[in-house]
């Protein structure tokens, strides 16, 4: 069983920047971030393979973020630049199991328990 654990979500003014990190137990897996807004779906934002070779972003968050892991750590991250009130929802990490990454949220099989962004205007 792969456990995801979530933090550096908050609060933060339009322009600004919040680091998110996502520690998992277990082995080395794909992981990607995925975000839901109130009354929303759950979307897509980024993932990165279980190597660092690929990475994929959500168009409407590319050249403003930015995913990366460290696999000694077992931890990736989320560098989020140039907040948006749109980018306001609760990020979740997710793990599947594989080398590569992926846009869908059903070929994940873990998930953490997320982590608020709230980012004023």
């Known amino acids: 069983q792969v456990q995801l654990v979530e933090s550096g979500g908050g609060l933060v003014q339009a322009g600004g920047s919040l680091r998110l990190s996502c520690a998992a137990s277990g082995r080395t897996y794909a992981m990607g971030w995925f975000r839901q807004a109130p009354g929303k779906e759950r979307d897509f934002v980024a993932t990165i393979s279980s190597s660092s070779d690929s990475t994929y972003y959500a168009d409407s968050v590319k050249g403003r973020f930015t995913i990366s892991r460290d696999n000694a750590k077992n931890t990736v991250y989320l560098q989020m630049n140039s907040l948006k009130p749109e980018d306001t929802a609760t990020y979740y990490c997710?793990?599947?199991?594989?080398?590569?990454?992926?846009?869908?949220?059903?070929?994940?099989?873990?998930w953490g328990q997320g982590t608020q962004v709230t980012v004023s205007s």
């Open positions: 997710a793990a599947r199991v594989g080398r590569k990454g992926s846009y869908y949220s059903s070929d994940y099989s873990y």
